[in-house]
């Protein structure tokens, strides 16, 4: 499971979200669906639960979602934005 680094912040709007890295000073846009996906993992949901409901709202086959969710997840790792919870492997297979 992923979980929102520490002094991140974020901000959704119609055109999709806004995402503010204090500590480094970097601000990242977020189309919709990498807004929707972002106040996902800021509300603790796991790699699965957010791909069923990328799935479900969108009208995506799982098969999609699963590999662009993971690589999504991953991107925002690199940049600092998020991080694995500590006592959660990741696992991109079982979210």
């Known amino acids: 499971m992923y979980e929102v680094s520490s002094g991140v912040r974020s901000t959704r ?18 189309n919709g669906i990498g807004a929707f996906i972002f106040e996902r993992i800021r509300d603790r949901q796991n790699e699965a639960e957010i791909i069923a409901e990328v799935s479900h709202t969108y ?12 690589d999504f997840l991953k991107s925002l790792e690199h940049q600092g934005l ?14």
Do not use: E, T
């Not at 995402?19 to 846009?29: A, E, Q, S, T």
């Not at 009208?59 to 993971?70: F, L, M, N």
């Not at 998020?82 to 979210?95: I, R, T």
């Open 82 to 95: 998020v991080m694995v919870s500590q006592g959660h492997a990741y696992d991109s297979q079982n979210g």
């Open 13 to 30: 709007n119609d055109d999709g979200g806004i995402v503010l890295d204090v500590n480094h000073g970097k601000i990242f846009r977020l």
């Open 59 to 70: 009208g995506i086959p799982d098969r999609i979602v699963h590999s662009d969710v993971a």
